[in-house]
């Protein structure tokens, strides 16, 4: 109730609003009851590199929650030698960053240039990047924040559109990221995804 409070200030004020504030307002009302089914739920008229154009009683496309499961082996490389093992990426560097809550939207683009400057790389050394679109302004913002070509992020789509398995986010998208690297030839490929408490992790991977 404090935090709702102190956004009717800003309104009243003229401050511009957290990206948290902008959320509650193209949300429905916590008391509207849901369309149903949700299939029912409209989609967006519009997304064009971010720029989102909802009609009032639209809300900001989300991922669905979907079930999903993951399952990853790390080693080094000695081992994966002397068990015969398939190396199929090595891990450059990995980074944490973080931000206040309100701008968990925008905490990878705080982590990825520190898991580059980890790694001795610039944005331009990198092939393809994956962003976890726990909401689709995920990735279209940082995309802008960093100056991202688009057409090298998230090129099977984001959790938007084909689902966020809770629990197992961070698995999907560095092996989809490694999936597009091998298809596409690249090399170096660039991981990154939020957390709900103002944080982001990133992970640099360089695919055999």
């Given at each position: 109730e404090r935090e709702r409070e102190r956004e009717r200030e800003r309104e009243r004020s003229g401050r511009p609003l957290s990206p948290l504030s902008l959320l509650r307002s193209l949300l429905p009302s916590p008391l509207s009851p849901l369309p149903s089914p949700l299939s029912s739920l409209p989609l967006p008229q519009s997304v064009v590199l971010g720029t989102q154009s909802p009609s009032p009683t639209q809300s900001p496309p989300t991922a669905p929650s979907t079930a999903g499961a993951a399952a990853l082996v790390l080693m080094s490389r000695s081992q994966a030698e002397a068990a015969g093992a398939p190396i199929l990426a090595t891990i450059r560097s990995?980074?944490?960053?973080?931000?206040?809550?309100?701008?968990?939207?925008?905490?990878?683009?705080a982590a990825i240039p520190k898991v580059l400057a980890r790694a001795g790389l610039a944005i331009s050394d990198v092939d393809f990047f994956e962003i976890n679109e726990a909401f689709s302004v995920v990735s279209v913002a940082n995309n802008q924040l960093l100056g991202l070509d688009p057409t090298r992020v998230n090129v099977r789509g984001g959790a938007v559109s084909i689902g966020h398995p809770i629990g197992a986010s961070g698995a999907r998208i560095v092996v989809t990221l490694l999936s597009v690297l091998r298809e596409k030839g690249g090399k170096i490929g660039v991981a990154g995804i939020c957390n709900g408490g103002g944080g982001a992790s990133a992970i640099v991977i360089e695919a055999e």
């Open positions: 990995s980074a944490d960053a973080e931000q206040e809550p309100c701008w968990f939207t925008t905490a990878p683009a």
